[in-house]
């Protein structure tokens, strides 16, 4: 394990104006190595809302194969991130605005993978209406609020309107019925 401490980056970065941003790549690749051993056999899809920098995202998609896509912030992020070579896109949030998920379509279309989160059927449809305009399919999944209520206190985040397993198959019955989104 690497030892070094405050006072190490201290003395190296004396006399150098900030603000400036750091890695250090041992520490990081480290770090790589520690949550593929955490996560045993499973792959890691990274949140790119956690890694800002390009190169560094790829140093973590390179360092392994069970280091698996990313899981991007939003629409313009997921956009940006196939333009510069990124695949394997799951966009965290549901996207409503039909410039954006055209943006993803014409992304799609040029072969990425980018899968939209969805949580009603007339997100369904609003998917299903700009990716059948663009004659493509759009991949997409479902946002399920997994929290929790007990006796005064809310365990969770207020995210997704689909609840419980039948508000789950309504929308998923969309899905199947559409006909530009899988």
Sequence with gaps: MLKQNYQYY????KGKKCPFAFVD???FDENIQNIKARAGDKKIRIASKS???IKLLKRILNADEQYQGIMAFNADE????SQHGFDDILLAYPV???TQIAAIAREIAKGRYINLILDSKEHVAQINRVAQEMSITIPVSLDID???EFP????????SQIKNEEQAAVVAEHIEQASHVQ
């Design 10 to 13: 201290k003395t190296i970065f």
């Design 25 to 27: 790549l041992d520490y």
């Design 51 to 53: 890694v800002r920098c």
């Design 78 to 81: 997921a956009v940006f991130l």
């Design 96 to 98: 409503w605005n039909e």
């Design 146 to 148: 997994m929290s929790s």
């Design 152 to 159: 005064g206190i809310y365990f969770g985040v207020y995210r």
